[in-house]
């Protein structure tokens, strides 16, 4: 098992977890949101070195963690249309939806 202290990524995107613990393929997903929505450029370095592009677009098109500011900065990055970031786009207030 590949542990997150791998990937050289300091704790303060991961301040309520324990970063020891983390799995680089079982918390992909998980790490890949949090990076590129909280890390520096060299926390984003470093997820760039580890992932690959793909998986990156991946976790872009489908995460709600990641804000919809980082959402459009990735998507013009990584070249994704906006109409398959629509679930990071999506209102975060779930309580007025009917």
Known sequence: M????????????????DIK????EEDKFFI??????YGTMEDVLNLISEYDSQEIAQVVRRSRIIG???ANFWSLI????????????APTDFHHRL
């Open 21 to 24: 613990k983390l799995d680089r």
């Open 2 to 17: 590949v542990k997150c202290m791998a990937l050289k990524l300091r704790t303060t995107c991961f301040w309520d977890v």
């Open 78 to 89: 990584l070249d994704i249309p906006k109409s398959e970031i629509a679930r990071c786009l």
């Open 32 to 37: 890949i949101s949090r990076v590129l929505e």
């Open 68 to 70: 919809r500011p980082t």
